[in-house]
């Protein structure tokens, strides 16, 4: 038999040739790489989980500020995030502090990768299938799959739709642990293995991220203590409001009312409804972040320079500094200014200009080593 995952990584990389669907996979990651491409698992056979998580722009959507639906005309309200690296957040919890970490999707709801992979399937607004038991009836059509089902977890698991559902996740699960989707092997990376070197306005950047003086970057977007860890995933998995505007053209298209607010964290349901969570929304990994925008959690900014400038609008009273260069207007209120991390946002001086390029170049060395020729675009 043929490896799955070796037949992926032609397909996804240039080749236009889909999988063979003659191969029966022998593991739960090559079971997964055919799911995750596979569009027979949405109502109208037109959406793959690969479709709003393309392997050839970072595991993100290139389409626009929200993912449309398989039906074509469902438009939600959130950007989809990349799924590179996901697969190090830890599970949904609460830590010490009292502070909520980890999970997936932007508002954590779900626990770990296998309950994300079940989302999107049966959402109306994406996947659009009617419930388990319609997924798992069109893997049963696919004679690949039931061997391979049978085979991997049990032969009677595609009897039932609680257990084939329940598969299906595991195996989606599986395959984005893999490597294909965190090679480590950035720029930043090479750097910190000593194979290459930083240009001075990266290497400029990258002391101004890391810097407790110049910002406070690494206050939310670096997990381990070495800022030199060969493992680092530049999130620490936590909820924060940081005052994103609302995004006025993606509600034009989606028809959501204007004011609408979304409540993120405040709707996990293992959250309880706390109030003091609204608005907030998780840390995104800064790894592939050159690559993958739109950016924050409804798309509302088309450039990475232009987020490192709405940060940077908390700690200056420079009206010049108050203007989206995308807009030419003034950044937008925050959507939910009750509960504003005030604390985090504002801290140390403005940053010119020069340092503003230095941290965008410096996050454009973030980007992984196939997706490097994405940033010349």
Same mark, same amino acid.
């Given at each position: ?9 032609? %397909? ?61 005309? @469902? ?7 990349? &799924? ?13 502090? $009292? ?5 997936? %999707? ?27 038991? &319609? ?5 049963? /059509?696919?004679?690949? *799959? /039931? ?17 084939? !559902?329940?598969?299906? +996740?595991? &195996?989606?699960?599986?395959? =984005? ?10 720029? *930043? ?11 001075? =306005? ?8 890391? @810097? ?21 995933? %530049?999130?620490? !998995? ?7 505007? /609302? ?12 004011? +609408? ?44 320079? +232009?987020?490192?400038? %709405? !940060?940077?609008? !908390? ?10 260069? =995308?807009? $030419? ?39 992984? &080593? ?8």
């Amino acid at each position: 038999m043929k490896c799955v995952l070796a037949s992926f990584v032609f %397909f996804a990389f240039g080749s236009g040739v889909a999988l063979a669907q003659s191969d029966v996979p022998q593991t739960l990651e090559d079971l997964g790489a055919l799911l995750f491409f596979d569009v027979n698992l949405s109502a109208n056979r037109t959406q793959s989980c690969a479709t709003c998580h393309s392997p050839d722009f970072g595991f993100a959507d290139p389409r626009g500020m929200a993912s449309i639906g398989d039906d074509g005309v @469902s438009l939600g309200d959130r950007n989809a995030p990349s &799924a590179t690296y996901a697969a190090f957040s830890p599970a949904f919890h609460q830590n010490e502090d $009292g502070n909520w970490v980890g999970g997936q %999707f932007w508002d954590g709801r779900a626990a770990g990768l296998a309950a994300q992979a079940g989302g999107p399937p049966t959402n109306p607004a994406e996947m659009g299938m009617k419930d388990a038991a &319609a997924v798992v009836a069109r893997l049963s /059509e696919n004679a690949v *799959y /039931e061997q391979a089902f049978a085979t991997l977890f049990a032969p009677d698991t595609l009897a039932t739709a609680e257990a084939g !559902y329940a598969a299906m +996740t595991q &195996a989606l699960a599986a395959f =984005e642990q893999t490597e294909l989707f965190a090679p480590f092997d950035s720029k *930043y990376d090479r750097f910190l293995r000593g194979e290459a070197e930083l240009t001075r =306005e990266e290497d400029l950047g990258r002391v101004l991220f890391f @810097s407790q003086q110049f910002t406070n970057c690494n206050l939310c977007h670096q997990l381990r203590r070495s800022a030199t860890d060969p493992r680092e995933t %530049f999130t620490n !998995y936590k909820f924060h409001n940081i005052g994103v505007p /609302e995004n006025t053209t993606l509600r034009a298209a989606n028809g959501v009312e204007l004011g +609408t607010v979304d409540l993120g964290l405040m709707n996990n349901p293992a959250v309880g409804g706390d109030s003091d969570q609204r608005g907030k929304f998780k840390t995104p990994s800064l790894r592939n972040v050159a690559v993958t925008g739109p950016y924050m959690h409804n798309g509302v900014f088309e450039d990475l320079r +232009t987020v490192v400038l %709405f !940060y940077n609008r !908390y700690n200056t009273f420079d009206e010049a500094r108050q203007i989206n260069p =995308e807009t $030419g207007e003034r950044f937008g209120r925050p959507a939910m200014p009750a509960t504003l991390a005030v604390k985090e946002l504002t801290h140390g001086p403005a940053l010119d200009d020069r340092r503003v390029d230095a941290i965008v170049a410096f996050l454009k060395t973030l980007t992984d &080593a196939r997706y490097e020729t994405l940033l010349e675009r």
